[in-house]
């Protein structure tokens, strides 16, 4: 694997690559890697070409300081990983590569509704910080693939919209959550859980899997169910939603259409998030 970490150098490289014809799939990260990302990493090896992935915790992101200060970091460890599952490049920058010129002057994207709501309703200015470095190392990347994981479900339909707002040709590829034996969903904040924290935290996803089992009936008393479990369990519920699987417009209730349950809480002051289609 090679290993750039300024953007002049993985500019060119890259551009050499596609005068080649060579076909570019990429999978942005902010590190302390798990399988969930190395499922996208695998993803996108199988569909051919070559695999870029980058790591970069990205500072405009996090509307919450202390999660930034506490993101896991395991820079080594996370070159074995994708060195072992094949990955072609890894671009490693600095925050001076990734903004130069700071963030004053760069664009920025609305999404309307999509940051109004669920994430974008509780973390304030989390969506403007994905758009603005996804867009930024989609420039300096400039991939024919993007692969990004379900199980941050919201910011995907931001990324599609993203997309659409610079015309890009860059066609996305959401890969289904990976997820621990208990069902817990694959996040690098998962290791700042302690052992009783991590012994409670599958039942986010036991709360999904009982939402998507009861379709048809009060989703009040579902939502209502799943609140009572998760505080039982000393979580803190932010949100228990029930939405239109491609819109994310809310619904108060079952539908005949695609529908996505998503739920965040916290335990302790580790937050977690977590999705599932009804289909
Ligand atoms: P992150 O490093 O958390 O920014 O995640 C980088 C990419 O990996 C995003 O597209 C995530 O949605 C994806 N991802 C994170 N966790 C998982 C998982 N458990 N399964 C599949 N994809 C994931």
Known sequence: MVIFKKVIDIQSFISDLKARGEVISFIPTMGALHKGHIFLVENARKAGGITVASIFVNPTQFNDKEDFKHYPISVEADIDMLTEAGCDILFLPDVSEVYPNGTENMPTYDFGYLETILEGAHRPGHFKGVGQVVARLLDIVKPDRLYMGQ?????????????????????????????????????????????????????????????????GSDFTVVKKECEDILKAKGFDPEY????????????????????????????????????????
């Open 151 to 215: 199980k941050d479900y919201q910011q995907c339909m931001v990324i599609k919209d993203l997309l659409r707002q610079t015309n890009s040709s860059t066609q996305m590829v959401v890969s289904p959550t990976v997820r621990e034996d208990d069902g817990l969903a694959m996040s690098s904040r998962n290791r700042r859980l302690n052992e009783l924290q991590r012994e409670v935290a599958g039942v986010i996803y036991q709360c999904l899997v009982s939402i998507v089992a009861k379709k």
């Open 240 to 279: 228990i939603e029930l939405a239109d699987a491609d819109t994310l417009h809310l619904n108060n209730s079952y539908t005949n259409g695609r529908q996505v349950a998503l739920i965040a809480a916290k335990l302790g002051s580790i937050r977690l998030i977590d999705n599932m289609l009804i289909e």
